[in-house]
């Protein structure tokens, strides 16, 4: 596992847009439209230029996973930050969804810890021709070192069923479901015991 840099930048936003059409949470996000195959690579940017400023971006050994992972509230966001947020406003989300997505968010955020005394494990991807070869393991295994050794619970979030029971079989517990009425989609807050 290696730490990410500015020249993965193609790679990382490859891998996460390839990831993102099996996201329910992802989808509901992104306005759908004709233009959503771009709209998934413009968010996947914001995923990448933001873990990248808090050092949060992890590449697996054989180039074909990633993994989003960092101590919450590390980072004091500047223009540079809302300058980004803004750009994906207008180019993934859409300014009619701005409000509902903004809605969601800080829902979202009201339920993790209010100390930031965590590891947040905001995205996890391997792209179709690494699974099943370890990289999803061997990130899985790098985050769980770096939580133990800063001695720090990790949180997360998924809308996967699939994801939640693997969750559960490294060790995380749900500790609060909520279910989008209006769109069918469940998120699970988990944590790590």
């Known amino acids: 596992m290696q730490k990410a ?3 993965d930048e ?14 329910p949470s992802v989808l509901s996000v992104i306005k759908n439209d004709k233009k959503e195959p771009q709209r998934m690579r413009w968010l996947a940017r914001y995923v990448f230029r933001t873990a990248l400023r808090r050092n949060a971006i992890f590449l697996s050994s054989d180039r074909t996973g990633v993994a989003v992972c960092y101590r919450f509230n590390s980072h004091k966001e500047n223009l540079k930050d809302y300058w980004n947020q803004l750009v994906l406003a207008f180019t993934a989300i859409g300014i009619e969804r701005i409000f509902k997505v903004l809605k969601r968010d800080s829902y979202v955020k009201k339920q993790r810890p209010q100390s930031g005394d965590f590891m947040y494990f905001w995205f996890f991807g391997v792209s179709d021709e690494g699974k099943g070869k370890g990289a999803a393991y061997e990130l899985q295994k790098a985050v769980f070192d770096e939580a133990e050794k800063q001695n720090l ?17 490294f060790g995380f517990e749900v500790y609060h479901t909520w279910d989008y009425t209006s769109e069918g989609i469940t998120l699970w807050f988990m944590r790590s015991k």
């Open 153 to 169: 619970p990790i949180y997360l979030e998924t809308s996967i069923a699939k994801n939640k029971r693997v969750y559960e079989r």
């Open 5 to 7: 840099t500015k020249a």
């Open 10 to 23: 193609g790679l990382i936003i490859d891998i996460i847009a390839e990831s993102f059409p099996y996201n």
